[in-house]
C-alpha cells in the first residue's frame, strides 16, 4: 500500500502479468480452490480471486481482507495464512486485496467463506480464522503434492519448514519458490481435515511476537491515507452541511462567492452547499464566507441533550415497555420478597469517534464509471453504495481502499463518499473532498446518550435475587448491547431498552452499547458491595462461580493488582468486569483526586483479557492499551451536547480528548492462555473504564459519580 | 496559501497531515528552522527564507533513533497522529537529549493520538534516549 497512489489495490490484469509465479484462486463461495498457472484460464474465472502469491523468487504475496484502521488485522490475518502453509515470514509481503466480498467476505456468524467485508465489531480475526488456516492448509497441500511428485515420493513422507518442503529420510530440501517454477496444481482441492492442521503447539508465528507489517511506513509518512491520494487535474472541494439535522439550504450570497479566485463551481446538495476549487485555500474561503439560511421543518429541531435526561427518567418510570434483551425469572414477582431493593440510575453523554484523520475522499466520475479513494471499513459496501447513488453497475465502479486514519465506526457510514462522487460528477474532475474537524464533529454521528435505570432486590443472606436494567436513550439497536449479563447468576432478571427518537445521527461507536451498559452494571455492583459491606472483588466472585472463564479472568487481575493491599493516602482502586466480542476482561484502576480543582488522574491500569487463540499477542495488548486509553478519554472528558439539534462543540478545544499527561503511567495487560476460538480484541479494553474510574473515586471519596464523562465539575458537585 | 496546504497539495508531501486546522491536534507538525510548529497555522509567506524540515526530511530510511525506537516499541496504530509525534520528539531530543519523563509530557502533550498509544510513545522516547 506504501506509495502506490494510484493501483493499491491488485486487479485481476495485474495478477496475470504476474506470470512465472503461483497464484492460488478461489471461485466462488465455498468452492474448493483451484490453482493456475495457465493466464488464460484464470481469465476464464469468472469470481477467480486471491489469497496468496508465490513468486519464483520465494517472494509470497498474501492479500488482506479487511480495512487497516489501525487494528493490525492487516498484519494478522496473512499471519494466519502463513502459519498453515508454513511461509518463510521474512519474504511475506502484504497486500490489499480486491474489492470481492464472496471471496474476502465472511458471514456475520464468522467461519465461512465468504460475505460482507465489513470491518467492525472487533470480527476480522475471529470471523476469518478457521477459514484463513483452511486456506494456508491447502496452500501447503499443493505445494508438497508437488515436491512428492518431483522427488517419486510418497507425500506423507514430507514435511515443511518455513519456505521449503524437506525429505526427512534423504535430506532433501526445495523452496517454495523453486516448487512456483514447475508447480502443477489439482483440480480440486480436498478440503484438509481440522485433524491435520497445524498443532497449536507447533505454531511458529501464531502467538508468538513479530512486527506489524505496516509499521516502517507509518512512522516516516509514506503510509498512504485516502487524504494522501494525489490524480492529475484534481480539484478541491469543501461542504457547508445542515447545521441541524434534516434542514435545507438556500445560498445567500452566490454571486460574491464566485469572484473568489480559484472557485471553480458551487453545488448545491440535497443537505449542504459544495465548493469546488482548484486549492484547498479557496474552497476553504469559499465555504467560510458562505452565507446560507437553512429552511425546513426538523424533527431534530427541538432536540436538546441536557433536557432529554428527564424525558429519559418519565420514560423509564412510566409503564411503557420496550425492546427485552433478557428475561429470566419473574422480577416483578420476586423483588416483593427481597429484604432490600437498591435503585440507581446511570447517565452517559454523546460521545464522538474523533478519528485522527477527518473524514475525505477522493472521487472521479467519468463516462459512467467512478473511481474512488477511501478509507472505508466497508469497502465492499461502499462500492455498491456508490454504484447505487449513480444508478451504474457496481462493476463500473473502481475502490481503492486506502489506510484509515482511525475509524471507530465511523468510516462504517458511507455520507463522505457519496458526496465525493457527487461533486466529482457535478464538475466531471477528479475532486478531493476533505472534512474540517468541525464539519466532522458538527455531522458527526455519535454513541448514543443513553439513562441507565439499575434496580436490584436483595434477599436475607445478602443475595442478588432480582435485578432490573432499564436502558432509556436514542439511537434504538445501538442501545441494548452489552445489557445482558449470563456470567452473573441471578435468578430473575429483566433486561430492557426503551428508545425515543430525536432525530439526531448515531452510530456505532467502538464497542457500541458496551461502554454505557458495562459502566452502569459494573458501577452498581460496586454500589451493592458497599451497601452489603461486601468486597467487590468477593461479590462478583460469586455471583461467577458457575463460570469458571470468566472468573478466570477475574482472579487474575485481581493478582495482578494484588487487589486489597494497602495503598499509600491518597490513593484508591476500582475493579471491574466485562465482555466484548466474546473476549472477557477484567480491569482494576488507581487513582487519586486533586479535591481543590476536582481532576481524578488515572495513575495506573490492570487488564486482564481472555480472547481465545491470540495471534498476535504483542498487537493485542496494544489493542488493549489503546481501547482503554480511548474509554479513559470518554469516561473523563468527552461530551458532545445539542441545542435546539446544533452540535455545540467544534473542534479540540471544546471537544477535548485525552493526551498524554492524562495518560496512566503504566498500563499492565495480561492474557490468559487459551486453545479455545479466537475472539474479538479491538474494543475488549474499553467497556469496564467508567465503572472501575466510578468504584475507586467511591473508594477514595465515599460519593459516587454516576454521569459520564467525570469532568472537574462533576467531581466538584459530587463531592458536594 | 498556508504551509499545512502547499506541503501536502503542491510538493505531495504527504507525511503531514492534516488534523484539525486550528494548531489543537498537532499531527501537521514540522520543524520551522529547528523549531516544531503547527503547519496548519503557518501562511506560506511566513516562511520565506527558512528551513522547514517535514518527516520526509527526518531521515532517508527510517534510520533516525526515535524512527527505529517506534519501530522496535511498536508504537503507531492507526498512524495517523506518528509523523507529528516523532517531529515533536525529535526537535525535544536536539535541544535536550536528556529529558526527564516530566519535561517529556510536557513537550509531547500537544499532539493527540486517538488511538491511544501514549504508553508506547513515551517507551520508545525512553528508549531512544537511553540507547544514544
Not at chain 1, 514447475?182 to 502467538?207: Q, S, T, W, Y
Not at chain 1, 499527561?661 to 487459551?674: G, L, Q, W
Not at chain 2, 493520538?113 to 508506547?120: A, Q, S
Request: glycine share 10%; net charge neutral; charged share 25%.
Amino acid at each position: 500500500m506504501e506509495n502506490e497512489l494510484k493501483e493499491n489495490t491488485i486487479s485481476r490484469r495485474k495478477f496475470l502479468k504476474r506470470g512465472g509465479g503461483l497464484t492460488f484462486l478461489v471461485a466462488g463461495i465455498g468452492i474448493p480452490a483451484f490453482v493456475r498457472k495457465d493466464e488464460k484460464s484464470i481469465a476464464n474465472e469468472v469470481k477467480a480471486s486471491a489469497w496468496v502469491h508465490i513468486s519464483t523468487d520465494g517472494t509470497v504475496t498474501i492479500f488482506n481482507p479487511a480495512a487497516e484502521m489501525g487494528q493490525g488485522t492487516m498484519t494478522a490475518l496473512p499471519a494466519i495464512i502463513a502459519e498453515e502453509m508454513d511461509a518463510d515470514w521474512s519474504k511475506v509481503k502484504i497486500e490489499h486485496s480486491p474489492v470481492e466480498p464472496e471471496i474476502y467476505g465472511i458471514p456475520w456468524g464468522g467461519g465461512g467463506r465468504g460475505g460482507s467485508m465489513l470491518t467492525v465489531g472487533s470480527r476480522s480475526v475471529s470471523g476469518h480464522f478457521e477459514n484463513l488456516r483452511q486456506s494456508g492448509a491447502q496452500v501447503r497441500f499443493v505445494l508438497i503434492s508437488n515436491a512428492a511428485e518431483k522427488w517419486g515420493v510418497n507425500i506423507d513422507e514430507l514435511e515443511t519448514a518455513p519456505g521449503m518442503v524437506i525429505h526427512p529420510k534423504t535430506g532433501k530440501k526445495i523452496s517454495y519458490g523453486e516448487i512456483a517454477s514447475f508447480a502443477k496444481f489439482p483440480d480440486e482441492l480436498p478440503e484438509i481435515p481440522v485433524n491435520k492442521l497445524k498443532k497449536i503447539a507447533d505454531f511458529r508465528l501464531i502467538g508468538k511476537d513479530f512486527q506489524r507489517y505496516d509499521i516502517p511506513a507509518k512512522v516516516n509518512g509514506s503510509a498512504i491515507y485516502s487524504m494522501d491520494i494525489h490524480v492529475p487535474n484534481m480539484v478541491y472541494a469543501m461542504i457547508n452541511r445542515s447545521p441541524v439535522n434534516g434542514t435545507k439550504p438556500e445560498l445567500k450570497n452566490e454571486d460574491d462567492l464566485r469572484k473568489i479566485s480559484g472557485l471553480l463551481e458551487i453545488v448545491k446538495l440535497d443537505y449542504g452547499i459544495g465548493f469546488i476549487a482548484n486549492s484547498m485555500e479557496a474552497a476553504q474561503q469559499a465555504k467560510n464566507n458562505a452565507e446560507i439560511n437553512w429552511t425546513g421543518q426538523s424533527k431534530a429541531e427541538n432536540h436538546n441533550s441536557q433536557s432529554a435526561y428527564q424525558e429519559y427518567e418519565v420514560l423509564a418510570e412510566s409503564g411503557n415497555s420496550g425492546n427485552m434483551v433478557a428475561s429470566i425469572g419473574d422480577f416483578s414477582r420476586e423483588i416483593p420478597n427481597t429484604r432490600k431493593v437498591i435503585r440507581a440510575d446511570y447517565k452517559n453523554d454523546y460521545v464522538y469517534h474523533a478519528q485522527m484523520e477527518p473524514l475525505n475522499a477522493v472521487a472521479w466520475v467519468k463516462d459512467g464509471q467512478a473511481e474512488v479513494w477511501a478509507g472505508t471499513q466497508g469497502a465492499d459496501g461502499a462500492r455498491s453504495a456508490i454504484a447505487n447513488h449513480l444508478g451504474i453497475d457496481f462493476k463500473a465502479v473502481n475502490l481503492h481502499p486506502c489506510y484509515l486514519g482511525g475509524g471507530f465506526g465511523r468510516r462504517s457510514m458511507n455520507d463522505y463518499i457519496l458526496e465525493a462522487v457527487d461533486l466529482s460528477k457535478a464538475v466531471n474532475l477528479p475532486v478531493k473532498l476533505i472534512w474540517t474537524r468541525t464539519d466532522d464533529i458538527q455531522f458527526g454521528a455519535f454513541r448514543p446518550i443513553s439513562l441507565q435505570r439499575l434496580e436490584a432486590g436483595i434477599d436475607a443472606s445478602g443475595q442478588i435475587k432480582a435485578w432490573k436494567h432499564v436502558v432509556v436513550g436514542t439511537g434504538g439497536g445501538l442501545l441494548g448491547s452489552g445489557a445482558d449479563i449470563p456470567f452473573y447468576d441471578i435468578p430473575n432478571k429483566h433486561i430492557e431498552v426503551r428508545n425515543i427518537d430525536h432525530g439526531v445521527r448515531t452510530k456505532h461507536w467502538r464497542a457500541v452499547g458496551h461502554g454505557p451498559n458495562k459502566f452502569a452494571i459494573e458501577t452498581f455492583l460496586d454500589e451493592i458491595a458497599i451497601d452489603q459491606k461486601t468486597d467487590p472483588l468477593e461479590l462478583r466472585r460469586q455471583l461467577m462461580k458457575n463460570h469458571p472463564r470468566e472468573l478466570k479472568v477475574l482472579e487474575t487481575v485481581a493478582k495482578m493488582s494484588n487487589w486489597g493491599e494497602k495503598l499509600p493516602e491518597g490513593r484508591a482502586r476500582g475493579i471491574g468486569f466485562a465482555e466484548r466480542s466474546n473476549s472477557l476482561t477484567a480491569g482494576v484502576c488507581e487513582i487519586s483526586l486533586d479535591r481543590k480543582s476536582g481532576k481524578i488522574k488515572v495513575h495506573k491500569i490492570w487488564c486482564a483479557l481472555d480472547a481465545g487463540i491470540v495471534v498476535h499477542p504483542d498487537n493485542a495488548k496494544a489493542q488493549v492499551e489503546g481501547s482503554l486509553v480511548m474509554g479513559l478519554s470518554s469516561v473523563m472528558m468527552e461530551s458532545i451536547t445539542f441545542s435546539n439539534g446544533e452540535v455545540q462543540q467544534s473542534n479540540f478545544h471544546d471537544y477535548p480528548i485525552l493526551r498524554m499527561e492524562d495518560a496512566p503511567e503504566s498500563i499492565e495487560i495480561e492474557i490468559i492462555p487459551s486453545t479455545e476460538k479466537p475472539t474479538g480484541i479491538g474494543e475488549a479494553g474499553l467497556p469496564f473504564m467508567g465503572a472501575v474510574v466510578s468504584n475507586a473515586f467511591a473508594a477514595l471519596t465515599g460519593k459516587r459519580l454516576r454521569h459520564m464523562p467525570f469532568t472537574p465539575q462533576k467531581v466538584l458537585e459530587a463531592l458536594g | 496559501a498556508n504551509l499545512l496546504w502547499t506541503l501536502r497539495e503542491r510538493l505531495q508531501l504527504t507525511g503531514t497531515k492534516y488534523g484539525c486546522g486550528v494548531s489543537q491536534c498537532g499531527a501537521c507538525t514540522v520543524h520551522l528552522d529547528g523549531n516544531p510548529v503547527k503547519a496548519c497555522v503557518i501562511p506560506l509567506s511566513s516562511v520565506k527564507g527558512k528551513e522547514v524540515t517535514t518527516i520526509e526530511g527526518l531521515s532517508k530510511d527510517n534510520s533516525h533513533p526515535l524512527q527505529k525506537s517506534w519501530i522496535s516499541e511498536q508504537v503507531p496504530q492507526c498512524g495517523y497522529c506518528h509523523s507529528g509525534q516523532i517531529m515533536q520528539a525529535a526537535a525535544l531530543l536536539k535541544k535536550n537529549p536528556n529529558p526527564n519523563s516530566q519535561e517529556i509530557i510536557k513537550h509531547m502533550n500537544p499532539i493527540l493520538c486517538r488511538c491511544g498509544t501514549y504508553v508506547r510513545i513515551m517507551k520508545a522516547i525512553e528508549k531512544t534516549i537511553q540507547n544514544s
